[in-house]
C-alpha cells in the first residue's frame, strides 16, 4: 500500500528527473505553511528571519513577503550589509558580536547602512573596537542591541544551563552597560535580545528517551520561569536609560512561549521554514520537512546495501550521530555505524536497499537548517511535480560569511 512517504519520493524523484544529483531542494507547499504556522505561533507579535538558518536570499525575501514577518536577524556584519544594500531587508539586526573593521568602517561611512544595521554588543570594549575604526563625531549615529544572558543558573553559577552567550546575566548588570552606551557618543541603544536556547533550541521528547524528554521539559519550565521575571526586570531596568524600538527572543522551538512574555516584543525563527531533523525532537510543535538534498546509487558493496556518491553533510554543534544526515527517503534505510556520513561515498543498509539500482535517488534531511546551503549553489524550488525555480545560495553568490 502507498504511503505519504512514497508519494513525496515519487513527486520529488518526477519533479528533479532532469537533474545530476548531488543537489538540494525546496518544497514550497511545506516552506510556506510551516511560515504560516510560525507566525500563528507567534501570538500576534512579528517574527524577525533568522538568517542564519535560511542562507538564501529569494527563500529571505519569500518568508518576509508574506504577512507577520519583519526585518532579518543577521549572523554577521558584511551579511547584515549585504542583504540591506541587495534590497532584501531595512530591517538588520546582527545576533552576534562584530570585531570585523572592515564591515565596521562601511557601516560607518554610510548613512543609510547605519540607519538600517543594528550592532549587538555585551560589553564597553566592542564599543571601544567601534571607535578605533571611526571616532564618534566622524560617522553617523550607530544602532545598538544589548545581548542579555538567557541561560539558567544554578547554586551561585556553578551550573549552567544553556549556551555560552552574553557576560550580562542579571537586571544589574543589564541597567549598568545600558548606561555606559547611552552615554557614549556616537551609539544609539535600540533594542535588548534574549535567546533562550535551552528551551528554543533542545527537543523536549527525543526518540526513545522518554525519561530523558521528561527531564529536559522540567528543566525548561523552571528555566523559562526564571528567565520570564529575569528578563522582565532587564527591560525595565534599560529602559530608564533609553527607548527601546524592540526586544527580541526565542527561536523557532521557543515562539509560543517567549512571545507569551509580556517584556517581549517581537521573536525569531528560521529553522521552522526548512523543517531540519533537530525539530523531530520536538513535542509541542514539529515543522513539516521541506528541504531535503539527493545523493545518487554508484554501487552495490555487499547484499543488504547500497553505497551513494557523497552525503557527508553533517551539522554543526556536539559530535554525536543526532548531527549526522538522514537518509529520509526511501524510508528503510540507516547509516553504518562504521563509516557514517562519508566525505565522498556514503554506504547505506536496510531493507529498502533492495529496491534500489545504479543511478537511483536517495534522500536525506540536514540536521540543521541553513548549513545545508553551505554544501550546494543553488537550492531547487519544487511546486507539486515540477521544479519552478532554482535560487542561489550564499554560497552560490560567492560568499561565505563564516
Known amino acids: 500500500m502507498a504511503t505519504d512517504s512514497d508519494a513525496l519520493r515519487e513527486r520529488l524523484d518526477r519533479a528533479t528527473a532532469h537533474l545530476d544529483p548531488p543537489y538540494a531542494v525546496v518544497d514550497l507547499t511545506a516552506f510556506d505553511a510551516n511560515a504560516t504556522a510560525l507566525v500563528r505561533r507567534a501570538g500576534g507579535k512579528p517574527v524577525r528571519a533568522a538568517s542564519k538558518s535560511i542562507r538564501t536570499r529569494g527563500l529571505i525575501s519569500r518568508a518576509l513577503g508574506r504577512p507577520g514577518w519583519a526585518g532579518v536577524l543577521a549572523f554577521t556584519l558584511p551579511e547584515a ?12 539586526l546582527v545576533a552576534y558580536p562584530t570585531a570585523d573593521r572592515g564591515a565596521l568602517a562601511q557601516l560607518a561611512a554610510d548613512p543609510a547602512l547605519a540607519a538600517a544595521v543594528t550592532l549587538m554588543v555585551d560589553a564597553t570594549e566592542q564599543l571601544d573596537l567601534v571607535d578605533s575604526v571611526c571616532v564618534p563625531g566622524r560617522r553617523p549615529e550607530l544602532r545598538v542591541c544589548l545581548d542579555l544572558d538567557a541561560s539558567w543558573r544554578l547554586l551561585g553559577g556553578r551550573v549552567h544551563v544553556g549556551v555560552r552567550r552574553s557576560p550580562v546575566h542579571s537586571a544589574r548588570a543589564a541597567g ?14 535600540v533594542g535588548l535580545m534574549s535567546y533562550e536556547a535551552q528551551i528554543a533550541g533542545l527537543g523536549d521528547a527525543p526518540p526513545r528517551q522518554a525519561v530523558v524528554g521528561a527531564v529536559i521539559r522540567l528543566v525548561q519550565r523552571r528555566s523559562y520561569r526564571e528567565l520570564l521575571a529575569r528578563r522582565g526586570a532587564a527591560v525595565a531596568a534599560v529602559r530608564e536609560h533609553a527607548d527601546l524600538e524592540f526586544v527580541n527572543g526565542g527561536g523557532t522551538g521557543s515562539l509560543v512561549a517567549t512571545s507569551a512574555d509580556p517584556a517581549v516584543t517581537e521573536v525569531a525563527a528560521g529553522s521552522g521554514l526548512y523543517g531540519p531533523t533537530l525539530f523531530d525532537g520536538y513535542r509541542a510543535w514539529r515543522p513539516a520537512p521541506a528541504a531535503f538534498f539527493a545523493c545518487a546509487v554508484v554501487r552495490r558493496p555487499a547484499p543488504g546495501m547500497v553505497t551513494v556518491l557523497g552525503g557527508g553533510w553533517t551539522a554543526s554543534g556536539p ?5 549526522l544526515p538522514r537518509p529520509w527517503l526511501p524510508v528503510g534505510l540507516s547509516l553504518v555505524g562504521t563509516e557514517g556520513a562519508g566525505e565522498v561515498q556514503t554506504p547505506l543498509a536496510g531493507p529498502a536497499t533492495t529496491g534500489l539500482g545504479i543511478g537511483d535517488r536517495v534522500w536525506f534531511r540536514h540536521a540543521k537548517a541553513g548549513e545545508l546551503c553551505e554544501h550546494v549553489n543553488e537550492l531547487h524550488l519544487v511546486a507539486g511535480e515540477e521544479v519552478v525555480d532554482a535560487v542561489p545560495t550564499y554560497r552560490g553568490e560567492g560568499h561565505a560569511f563564516l
Open 176 to 189: 549598568a552597560l545600558a548606561a555606559a552606551v547611552a552615554g557614549r557618543p556616537g551609539f544609539r541603544l
Open 319 to 323: 559530535a554525536e550521530r543526532s548531527r
Open 81 to 92: 550589509i549585504w542583504l540591506v544594500r541587495a534590497g532584501v531587508t531595512d530591517d538588520a
